[in-house]
């Protein structure tokens, strides 16, 4: 059994070795430019051939955030690097998002105090530091959804026991958990005040963040859809496995167990007799000459069908719908106003007539804002020679001393003729 374990063990333990060296081969040959990307925003691509870029990227010492921004290194790379030199202000010494959060909060007052000082040499280095550290949880949930993925890809396949990837599903499912509730720490409300009006600040913290942040929640819900779906298929393959196992258990306590033959028997075990029972179809052969009597005869015998006659109700008064009484009511309204308008014309005098003096002497019931309403809009929709001929005299006053909204009481006309 031994041996057994140690022959699974040997590839996995060289292919380890193996991807190790290739790692670190790969840290000490492009120890320069790991270097410069370490101390700058990104990593600068004239030293690296497109097949090295390829191969560090695929390494995941490298990452590129998103296909709008340059290469960068990734937060494991950029720590170890910290360790190694001991560059206390970036090593990362807890690695949580709340962390992460008020060390942001810190590097933006230290921006702010630099730009209020016009020390614009610390200002661009705390604010190389706040993209690292924007880089660094970007990166963070980046990698830890990465690592999902790869234990969905390998992990489950590869552990041998059931109970194993049912433990293995439970843990994956927990991470994502804090994962989200990592997630939800990010407040964007709090860092939109914390921002501020500073243009770079709110394109690093706001716009890029909650973009990245975003990709990350879609990623981790479908990682959670996953899981739950294995978790379902592996609860099925353990109750059958569970099935199968206590049938062999039985049969190893009883070796002369041999099943009885169920169809033989007069009583049904109830666990056997789950069927639901045949309801034979039965239809007429029209084409049997021989039965045509038969079937003329069923005919005759069925009952027939009588239907009482329906009651129709009487029909009612016809009623106008709403909109054609509104409609009929414009209508009215508008040829009353016509019929002032031919009044002033017909009646030629100097003096002008008000429209609210015609409106009682014709004793005609409208409202008298809406009159005066209907009466301003006929005029406004006259011709501009139309409108000249009528001398249009409204009576106004202000709403207040302190109010220049004019409000209008009477509307005098008088018809001055076509020039």
Known sequence: MSQLNDAQNTPLESRLLTTGVERLALLGRHADVLMQGYTQDEVPLEGLSSHALNKLLAARL?????EHSGVKLTPKVRELIADMVADESRRQVNADVADTLEQIRTQVASYREASQAGDYWQQEQQLLRLRQT?????????????????????DFGFVSRLNDKV????????QVVRLLDGLALVEFDELIDLVGSDGTL????????????????????????????????????QSRSRLVA????????????????????????????RAAALSAAGAAALDQHHDMALLGSLLKTLPSVTRKPEVKAAAGPTMLPESAMVAGRQQALKADVEAFYLHVVDSAVDEPLSALAYLQASELTWPEEIWLYQVMAEYQGLGQLEQQAFDWQPKESKASPFNDVRLIHDVALRFAGIA
């Open 62 to 66: 490298l990452w590129r955030p998103d």
């Open 134 to 154: 924007v880089d660094d949880l970007n990166g963070r949930f980046a990698d830890a959804i990465d690592s999902l993925w790869q234990r969905l890809n390998s």
């Open 167 to 174: 433990r293995e599903n439970e843990r994956a499912q927990k």
């Open 202 to 237: 709110r394109k690093l913290l706001i716009s890029q963040l909650q973009q990245q942040l975003s990709q990350h929640f879609t990623s981790l819900r479908e990682v959670q859809s996953r899981l739950t779906e294995l978790m379902a298929r592996f609860r099925r393959m």
């Open 246 to 273: 206590g049938m062999a258990a039985f049969l190893r306590e009883h070796p002369g167990f041999t099943p009885g033959n169920y169809a033989r028997r007069s009583e049904v075990p109830e666990l056997c007799n």
